[in-house]
Every structure is written in structure tokens, then in C-alpha cells.
């Protein structure tokens, strides 16, 4: 139990100051979109290229961990799509509908969650093979979602792909990813100044970002239709977990490697994923509404795998 306190604790706890500081007025609109801004270019940057330049993870491991998580997504992908048409989505809903499932928020909720996790269980190298999968299972996320939407809203053309595909070659965290793979291959050593400095804003990455997390929340409402919030939310937090964890045990993932898997698909649906509904088109109401919904559906099922993985 107390492993479960120690690594959900600080997430719940920031979480919930966040949402008061938002409903008090201390955090404002302008002041969570700077912050938000903040960490996601500067802090979880320099988080994981410091924590990939140093990790004592082979890319062998991190190999069978990402291969996990790619099949266990474009997986998800299909079913979502399939539950979409039980539930008689319209067509130009379904790839809301598919998004909400698959795309977990990974930079503001998975890597501190890990990072807290395993800290507290004395598994780093665990943290540094799931951390070192974080770039491209991004950029995977942004993808997808940019395809079941389009394909969705019949919008789907290389005119409309390709900026944003080109957009994303300059994604942070794959940036971040990259270059600190490129340092790890070149033996060097880091530097001790420039190390304390990375892990010095990384560290206040994460409180930011779960700060964040809760801002966000507060104005959201459940608005959307209730049967297709709560299959989003489950498809997120259940589904996905369950596909991970036959897919790790096929593989054969250590038991370590495993928890990373399932806290990463456990992640509720990713903020950003209404935001680009919003600016590609959808329903913006399920979008917002399986935000929260999986969010607080989250926490117990993070609890679990913590617990008993």
C-alpha cells in the first residue's frame, strides 16, 4: 500500500492544488497556457534528454518495451474504431471517439507517475527504458491522431497531412529523445554542472505539469453524450492496459518493464488531443468530457498496477 501512496500521492496532491489555484483565480488562463508552455518546450525537455543520456538502459530492452507500446496502440486504434460503430458514433465523430481512447497523456501524467513510481521502488533503468520510449510513442500519438481525424472528416489529403507531419519532425520531445540518444552513443560523460542544471528543471518539470493537469480540469463539465464518455474513459484507462499486458506477456517483459508499460496506457486521454480536435474538427464536447472522465478513472487503476505488478 504505502508504494501506492508514495508514487499516486504527490500526483493527486499537485493535481488537486492545481485545480484550486485555477477555481481561487490565483492560477489564471494566460498563467496556465504560459506554464503549460513552459514545460512542455523547456522542462520534460531537459528532463529527458539528461535522463536518456544517462540512462543505464540498453536499447535492446527499451526496443522490446516501445514494440509494446506501438502494437498495443495501433491495436487500440482498431478496436476503438470498432466500438465507434457499436455504439452508432457519426462518422464524423468516430475519430474523436478513437482519439479519446488511445492517446494517453504521457508528458504531464505518465512521466511523473513513472518517474515517482520508480523512484520509490528503486527502479530506475525500468524508468529510463520507458522514458527512452517516450519520444516516439509521441509522435506516434500526434500521427494517428491527425489521421483518424481527417479520415473521419473526409478531409483526409497530403495537402492537410504533411504540414502537420513536418510539424511535428520539431516536436520537443522527440528532439529531446534524439539528441540525448546521440550523446549516450558518443561515451562522453555529462558534465556535472550541466547535469545538476537538466535535472534541476526537469524536477520542476513535474510538479508544473500536474499543476497544470489540475488548472486544466477546472471549467471542463461532462457535456458530451454519457454512453460515449464512458466508453472513451474505460477504453482509455481498462483497454488499453489489458492490451499492454498481453502484449508485454507474448513478449515476455520483466515484471518491471511491464508496470512502465501499463502506467503508460493507463494514462488518462491526453489534453492535447482536444485541442486538435478543435482545430481539425470533431466533437468537442466528447473530446473535453473523456479528458475528465479518464481522469478520475485513472487514479484507481494506476493505484492497481502499482500495487499488484
Keep these: 500500500m504505502l508504494p501506492v501512496v508514495n508514487a499516486l500521492g504527490p500526483v493527486i496532491v499537485m493535481t488537486t492544488v492545481g485545480l484550486i489555484l485555477r477555481w481561487r483565480g490565483f492560477l489564471t488562463g494566460p498563467d496556465l497556457h504560459a506554464t503549460t508552455r513552459l514545460v512542455y518546450w523547456v522542462g520534460i525537455p531537459a528532463?529527458?534528454?539528461?535522463?536518456?543520456?544517462?540512462?543505464?538502459?540498453?536499447?535492446?530492452?527499451?526496443?522490446?518495451?516501445?514494440?509494446?507500446?506501438?502494437?498495443?496502440?495501433?491495436?487500440?486504434?482498431?478496436?476503438?474504431?470498432?466500438?465507434?460503430t457499436l455504439l452508432r458514433i457519426p462518422w464524423g465523430e468516430v475519430g474523436t471517439f478513437v482519439q479519446a481512447v488511445y492517446?494517453?497523456?504521457?508528458?504531464?501524467?505518465?512521466?511523473?507517475?513513472?518517474?515517482?513510481?520508480?523512484?520509490?521502488?528503486?527502479?530506475?533503468?525500468?524508468?529510463?527504458?520507458?522514458?527512452?520510449?517516450?519520444?516516439?510513442?509521441?509522435?506516434?500519438?500526434?500521427?494517428?491522431?491527425?489521421?483518424?481525424?481527417?479520415?473521419?472528416?473526409?478531409?483526409?489529403?497530403?495537402?492537410?497531412?504533411?504540414?502537420?507531419?513536418?510539424?511535428?519532425?520539431?516536436?520537443?520531445?522527440?528532439?529531446?529523445?534524439?539528441?540525448?540518444?546521440?550523446?549516450?552513443?558518443?561515451?562522453?560523460?555529462?558534465?556535472?554542472?550541466?547535469?545538476?542544471?537538466?535535472e534541476a528543471i526537469g524536477q520542476m518539470a513535474l510538479p508544473l505539469a500536474l499543476i497544470c493537469i489540475g488548472g486544466a480540469l477546472h471549467g471542463t463539465r461532462l457535456k458530451a453524450v454519457l454512453s460515449r464518455t464512458v466508453a472513451a474513459a474505460v477504453g482509455k484507462t481498462l483497454m488499453m492496459p489489458l492490451l499492454g499486458l498481453g502484449l508485454g506477456l507474448v513478449l515476455r517483459l520483466d515484471n518491471d518493464a511491464m508496470r512502465m508499460v501499463l502506467i503508460f496506457m493507463a494514462c488518462p486521454t491526453a489534453g492535447a488531443s482536444y485541442v486538435m480536435v478543435r482545430q481539425i474538427g470533431g466533437d468537442a464536447d466528447l473530446a473535453s468530457s473523456a479528458v475528465v472522465a479518464s481522469t478520475l478513472l485513472a487514479i484507481p487503476v494506476l493505484a492497481l498496477i502499482i500495487a499488484l505488478v
Excluded: H
Excluded at 540512462?55 to 465507434?84: E, H
Design 103 to 198: 492517446r494517453g497523456n504521457l508528458a504531464f501524467v505518465g512521466v511523473p507517475v513513472v518517474a515517482y513510481a520508480a523512484a520509490d521502488l528503486g527502479q530506475n533503468e525500468a524508468a529510463g527504458i520507458a522514458l527512452l520510449a517516450l519520444g516516439p510513442m509521441v509522435v506516434l500519438y500526434n500521427v494517428l491522431g491527425v489521421l483518424v481525424l481527417l479520415l473521419s472528416r473526409g478531409r483526409l489529403s497530403a495537402r492537410n497531412v504533411l504540414p502537420i507531419v513536418r510539424g511535428m519532425a520539431l516536436n520537443p520531445l522527440l528532439l529531446s529523445c534524439a539528441l540525448g540518444l546521440l550523446y549516450r552513443s558518443t561515451t562522453w560523460p555529462v558534465p556535472t554542472v550541466v547535469q545538476r542544471s537538466l
Design 47 to 84: 528532463l529527458l534528454f539528461i535522463k536518456v543520456a544517462t540512462a543505464p538502459a540498453s536499447l535492446a530492452q527499451t526496443s522490446a518495451l516501445l514494440t509494446v507500446l506501438l502494437l498495443s496502440t495501433l491495436i487500440g486504434v482498431a478496436v476503438a474504431g470498432w466500438i465507434a
